[in-house]
Nanobody, 120 residues
Framework: QVQLVESGGGLVQAGGSLRLSCAAS????????MRWYRQAPGKQRELVAT???????DYADSVKGRFTISRDNAKNTVYLQMNSLKPEDTAVHFC???????WGRGYDYWGQGTQVTVSS
């Protein structure tokens, strides 16, 4: 079972920056679709950013121009650089890896989440 471990969350003032990391316990980052989600209290989990194995990226409209997803295949790690943070960005942030493993079996792994709190 592959584990995803997020880190980098914390408390920051509005307008500040944080960089989240998601480290995989196996070499799957380069061949997976990696995604960051977030879930605020009382709200549904929402997709924030995606990076494909080809390096294509996509973002939720609410974070475009402020967040950047990237990956380091050698470190089996995906990042989410968050700039110009707003109080509405406050949420638990999760990473997810999906793809095809051995024998063409699909996999779908989630991390445990890291809290991001933005004060006004």
């Amino acid at each position: 079972q592959v584990q995803l471990v997020e880190s980098g969350g914390g408390l920051v003032q509005a307008g500040g920056s944080l960089r989240l990391s998601c480290a995989a316990s196996a070499s799957i980052v380069s061949s997976s679709v990696m995604r960051w989600y977030r879930q605020a209290p009382g709200k549904q989990r929402e997709l924030v950013a995606t990076i494909t194995s080809e390096g294509l990226t996509d973002y939720a409209d609410s974070v475009k121009g402020r967040f950047t997803i990237s990956r380091d295949n050698a470190k089996n790690t995906v990042y989410l650089q968050m700039n110009s943070l707003k109080p509405e960005d406050t949420a638990v942030h999760f990473c997810r890896a999906t793809g095809l493993g051995r024998w063409g079996r699909g996999y779908d792994y989630w991390g445990q989440g890291t809290q991001v709190t933005v004060s006004s």
